[in-house]
């Protein structure tokens, strides 16, 4: 029953994305025909200054309908002034951008709400709880201890630390430590999990604060940059190979996220914001049928005084749709698969005479279902999530 909540906020959150597209062209004198909340069969339908809007009989997501978005629309006259296609560069770019702008200022303002009224803030790279029989208990780290590098390389961000423990299992890392201002250092084995990620069983440590509004906003700026920043190098470490793209996958995201359900209002409403952030984010890669496709259209339009045929761009957001929904399903099917292998039942391990007795490989590592595996975008801000042992 978990899962309900959280995929009805993330259709709202698809939903504010559309409005924002339909507040935007609205103020620019954009004529908007259609708005729909939900889809499948009209529930409910109402008429208001010009635009039909439409509440679908499953409230999930939602779509608005710009005159002049669609150049194939019927009966489109282009020099129509309240067209889309008739606009100037930048106002077209105006409309654009307001749907990802709709999540971030979500996102912006639930977070300096939450600052506001008091919330977990996070110690940056200082271990806060560390799991029984874990390999950061073998090790002998101790809750406070400050983690300043990795095999003599400095370390900026716990989710730094994080993506190379994940990076390097079975291998042996030497962990540079600040324990009460002395150094010291400690050497760690990270366990392979049931992904073949390493684990060594932390989890990072918060203190419970309250801020002024005017602090509460600098701290929700910053933390939604963070949030970015983080996207931005896990993107990276997807394209160079680094990071494998089902970490990021439909299926795993609404299992994990669902479980911050039952931690309470607060660890829901935390999840939300990195949820519309990385919505925002996700709509302003400059991909063929996102916000971030058109935008470069406009961009090469703007800066080469040249329009590009309609029917070139329909086809490259046709064949970029399809592209997207095709990565998508690829790897929802790989998660599948996945869960399916490991429900499977095996024959017992074995004892391999290389470690003497074996373990199972996630002992005193295994991630409680409220941790959030949203590489980057989930472990770079200030709040903690219910459960998060992010290591």
């Known amino acids: 029953m978990h899962y309900l909540p959280l995929l009805f906020a993330l259709g709202l959150l698809v939903a ?4 924002g597209h339909l507040v935007a062209a609205r103020l620019l004198g954009i004529h908007v025909s259609r708005y729909t909340l939900g889809f499948g069969p009209a529930v409910l339908t109402w008429r208001l200054g010009g635009t039909e809007y439409v509440l679908g009989a499953v409230p999930l997501g939602g779509s608005v309908r710009i005159q002049g978005m669609n150049p194939h629309e019927p009966g489109l006259d282009p020099t129509d002034p309240r067209s889309f296609t008739a606009q100037t560069p930048w106002r077209r770019m105006l409309v654009l951008l ?5 999540n971030w200022l979500f996102a912006l303002g639930v977070l300096a709400a939450l600052y506001t009224s008091g919330t977990h803030v996070v110690v940056p ?8 029989g874990s390999e950061a208990a073998r090790a002998q780290l101790l809750p406070g201890d400050r983690i300043v590098s990795a095999d003599g390389v400095p370390l900026e961000s716990w989710s730094e630390f994080v993506a190379l423990i994940a990076q390097n299992p079975g291998r042996e890392l030497k962990l540079g430590v600040e324990r009460q201002g002395e150094p010291r250092e400690v050497s760690v084995r990270p366990r392979p999990d049931e992904r073949g990620e390493g684990r060594i069983g932390v989890s990072q440590q ?3 604060r309250t801020h002024g509004v005017g602090q509460a906003l600098l701290q929700a700026v910053a933390h939604t940059g963070n949030l970015v920043s983080e996207g931005t190098r896990m993107l990276h470490r997807l394209l160079q190979g680094q990071q494998g793209i089902v970490v990021a996958n439909p299926l795993g995201m609404v299992k994990q996220t669902s479980g911050a359900a039952a931690s309470g209002m607060g660890a829901f409403l935390r999840v939300l914001v990195s949820l519309s952030v990385a919505l925002a984010f996700f709509h302003l890669l400059p991909l063929p049928s996102l916000d971030g496709g058109r935008i470069l259209f406009v961009v090469f339009e703007w800066v080469s005084r040249r329009k590009v045929p309609a029917r070139v761009e329909t086809l490259v957001h046709a064949v970029g749709f399809l592209a997207l929904l095709g990565v998508v399903l690829t790897v929802a099917l790989a998660d599948v698969r996945q869960h399916l292998g490991r429900s499977a039942p095996s024959a017992p391990a074995r004892d391999s005479g290389e470690t ?12 409680p279902e409220a941790a959030i595996d949203f590489p980057g975008l989930m472990d770079a801000g200030t709040f903690p999530l219910a459960g998060d042992t992010g290591d």
Do not use: C, F, M
């Open 16 to 19: 504010l994305h559309e409005l």
């Open 98 to 102: 307001a749907g990802p702008l709709s």
């Open 125 to 132: 790279l200082t271990v806060g709880t560390i799991n029984p």
């Open 206 to 208: 918060y203190v419970y």
């Open 356 to 367: 003497g007795v074996r373990e199972p490989s996630d002992a005193g590592t295994a991630k």
